[in-house]
């Protein structure tokens, strides 16, 4: 049997009718640059991030570049991070200017370790970006008790965590700002690229809206340097037919991830950690093995779909060799690197395809 890590086509097949529906209306509007469309589907996700503003933007990226060019983050400054992430999370700190100053994960969630983070402070340290991985969100309490101690911003960089929560609390809405990425692969994921900013600092989503449109206002008047950060009104009319899903969905995804949970006990797979703080998402589903290579190579042979998120730390990346980090630097995100493997999660999984990922992992382990 062949079971894809994603399967958007089984998604799209039951809401085709109406995301056609609501292209044709955008199209028939040819109000082709924000409009209604937007400021629904803003309205929409500060309400489920219990948030009083939100900033449609065109990627996850871009939400965190205009978080940061909104803070007035720049040249000469440091933001620290987790090393073990996607690349845009640092990629946009130095994009901006900044300094990225790496710290090293919780073994268990892959989250950034809280207790890591006070010495990587200096005095050009103006933000930390926690990364809430996987779905899991990084422990907040502690990030912020040291934010506040240090006057530092707080971005968190939600792009896989959309509507999954810390201490009751949810993502995006604990932090200065929070990021989210409508990348297609997400638990709320559009038809294109798509993003957005949420915070409750109503100076800071002000700056942003108007960021996002080069900077003008009043049009070819600009007080500051901007960019094209604009999510599309066909990618925000495609996100209002799926946001009604989005709990259902996320609901899937747990009981997939508790299938597998019980399926895998007693067998050598390690099956992922949840903080019980937290609420995750399962963006992804996350196994990892010290035979990680060989039985991805396994998985692939037999048709079942997996991937790596991710095969290198960012402190390795040649274009942060600037930074001088070494290898050795950071042992837990290093190791992550070389055992994590995501499987298939996404909530169209039949039991049969499910039972399919899971003989094929514990036949090869065995």
Same mark, same amino acid.
């Given at each position: ?20 529906? #609501? ?66 999370? $640092?990629?946009?700190?130095? &994009? ?23 010495? #990587? ?5 103006? #933000? ?9 969100? $990084? ?19 939600? #792009? ?93 995804? &747990? ?9 895998? $006990? ?21 196994? &990892?093995?010290?035979? &990680? ?42 190791? $992550? ?30």
């Amino acid at each position: 049997m062949q079971v894809p890590l994603l399967d958007l086509k089984s998604q799209y097949a039951k809401i085709k009718k109406d995301i056609l529906a #609501a292209i044709g209306e955008v199209l028939d509007s040819q109000i082709c640059i924000g409009g209604p469309k937007v400021k629904e589907i803003e309205d929409k996700i500060e309400a489920i991030s219990n948030c009083k503003f939100a900033v449609g933007v065109s990627s996850g990226t871009d939400a965190l570049l205009a978080s940061l060019m909104g803070l007035g983050i720049g040249s000469g400054d440091e933001v620290i991070t987790t090393t073990f992430t996607f690349f845009a999370t $640092a990629g946009c700190i130095a &994009r901006v200017g900044a300094k990225p100053v790496f710290v090293d994960i919780d073994p268990k969630t892959y989250n950034i370790n809280p207790s890591l983070i006070q010495k #990587a402070i200096t005095k050009k340290t103006k #933000a930390i970006i926690p990364v809430h991985l996987y779905g899991q969100m $990084a422990e907040m309490d502690p990030i912020m008790d040291i934010a506040k101690k240090h006057n530092l911003f707080v971005i968190e960089d939600a #792009a896989q965590s959309i509507s999954s929560t810390y201490k009751g609390k949810k993502a995006g809405g604990i932090g200065t700002c929070g990021c989210f990425s409508f990348f297609p692969s997400k638990n709320l994921g559009g038809i294109g690229d798509g993003g957005m900013v949420v915070t409750n600092d109503e100076k800071l989503a002000a700056k942003m809206k108007v960021m996002r449109d080069h900077g003008q206002n009043p049009t070819y008047y600009y007080n500051f340097v901007g960019g094209n950060f604009r999510l599309d009104p066909i990618q925000a009319a495609a996100l209002l037919v799926k946001l009604p899903y989005l709990d259902e969905w996320s609901k899937g995804r &747990r009981k997939n991830a508790e299938y597998y949970n019980k399926k895998f $006990a007693g067998t050598a797979v390690k099956t992922p950690y949840i903080n019980p703080d937290c609420e995750t998402v399962y963006n992804q589903y996350v196994i &990892r093995s010290p035979q &990680r290579d060989k039985l991805m190579e396994h998985l692939k042979q037999n048709g079942i779909g997996c991937a790596i998120y991710y095969p290198m730390p960012l402190h390795m990346q040649k274009c942060f060799e600037y930074l001088s980090y070494t290898k050795g630097d950071f042992p837990e995100s290093e190791k $992550a690197a070389n055992e994590v493997l995501a499987i298939p999660v996404y909530p169209e999984l039949t039991d049969e395809m499910k039972d399919c990922v899971v003989d094929a992992i514990v036949s090869f382990l065995k």
